[in-house]
Structure formats: structure tokens, C-alpha cells
């Protein structure tokens, strides 16, 4: 317990950050596994997200949620499940949601673009980090469409749109595969939140 409370006052004290506690304090003093850890970050993130989006006015909560949708490895799915956790209507949550996923996917797209433009211009390819190698294969595998659609699942829509244009691939179609995943993930995870599916969130 002392030891606990030491490594509570260095983050009080900011030798420590939160992130750094659940992932070595958390793991190490208590022998929580890192990939519970993981999850438990993960699980506060999201419920701060839905404390500062029910916070703020009634009227404005639709704001809310195109903020924090906007946010990787919350997007559209979990940004329209936590508008319509607050009580915001289904419609619009998802609306936001999606507007604010597309938006944040667009700079990271267009910005991506701009840097790859400059950065092959005579020069040769750099060799890929094992994480890229590892996302390349996926993309050689599933191309814009699969990686658009599934790679949810691993990474957030801002991470695989952007290597996918590193990668080469059109710019113009990662954009409208894109638009479609994150449309279809906003309106499932916002149907299942509307029928009582609060998973993460009560």
C-alpha cells in the first residue's frame, strides 16, 4: 500500500503521469496485466468523454460529440454511442459523430498526401517500420476497400487513412472508402446504443 501511495504522490507531484501509472504502476505494484491496463485507460478515457459531453448544455451536446468523435480510437462508433447515452437524439448523435470523424480523417488524409508529394520527389523509399511493414501486407492483402472497412478494428481511421495514401494508394479513393466506413461504424454502434447496448459505458 505504501508503495501505491508513492507512486500516487509522484503523479500528484508530476514525476509520474496517469498514463505512465496504469501502465507500469498498475502492472508492476499490483499485477494488473498491461493489456487490462490498456483497457482500464480505456474505459476512463470514454467515460470522460460522456461526463464532459453530458456537462455541457443541452443545445450544445450535439457539439460535444463532434468533438470528441474527431478524437482517434474514439470516432464515429464511439462518439455516437456516447451522444445518444447522454440523451441526445440518435440522428443527430450520429450525424455529429461521423462529421466529426470525417473531418479529422480529411486533415490527416490531405496531410499525409502533402508529405509523401515532397518526400518521394527523387528520392528512394525509406525502409518501413515492422508496425508499417505489418499494415502494408494488409493493404497488398485487403486494398482501400477491406483496410477502409476492417481496420477499425486495429486502428483508428486517421492512422490507416494516412498510411494507406503513404502507401501510394489514390488519395481521392481512400477519402470515399473512408466516408463509408466511418458512416457504417457510427450508425451500428449508434443503433446498438439506442437498443441498450451501453458496453464500456455503465
Known amino acids: 500500500m505504501t508503495n501505491v501511495m508513492a507512486r500516487a504522490n509522484g503523479i500528484s507531484h508530476g514525476a509520474v503521469t496517469p498514463r505512465h ?19 482500464l485507460r480505456k474505459v476512463i478515457m470514454l467515460e470522460s468523454l460522456q461526463d464532459f459531453t453530458a456537462s455541457l448544455p443541452e443545445f450544445l451536446q450535439w457539439f460535444g ?4 468523435a474527431a478524437i482517434p480510437f474514439v470516432e464515429s462508433y464511439f462518439g455516437s454511442a456516447i451522444g445518444v447515452l447522454v440523451g441526445i437524439n440518435p440522428v443527430i448523435a450520429v450525424a455529429a459523430a461521423v462529421i466529426g470523424n470525417v473531418i479529422s480523417m480529411l486533415i490527416f488524409v490531405l496531410t499525409a498526401h502533402g508529405v509523401r508529394a515532397k518526400a518521394t520527389q ?7 517500420t515492422p508496425r ?4 502494408k501486407e494488409r493493404f497488398d492483402r485487403f486494398g482501400v476497400p477491406g483496410v477502409s472497412l476492417l481496420g477499425q478494428l486495429f486502428l483508428p481511421s486517421q492512422i490507416t487513412s494516412a498510411a494507406m495514401v503513404s502507401f501510394g494508394a489514390p488519395k481521392n479513393q481512400v ?3 473512408q466516408i463509408i466506413s466511418i458512416i457504417l461504424w457510427g450508425v451500428v454502434f449508434g443503433v446498438l446504443a439506442t437498443l441498450g447496448f451501453s458496453v464500456f459505458f455503465r
Open 21 to 39: 501509472y496504469w501502465g507500469a504502476a498498475a502492472c508492476e505494484t499490483i499485477g494488473v496485466p498491461r493489456h487490462l491496463a490498456v483497457i
Open 65 to 68: 460529440v463532434f468533438l470528441i
Open 122 to 128: 527523387g528520392k528512394e523509399a525509406k525502409e518501413l
Open 132 to 135: 508499417r511493414a505489418k499494415l
Open 175 to 177: 477519402i470515399f472508402w
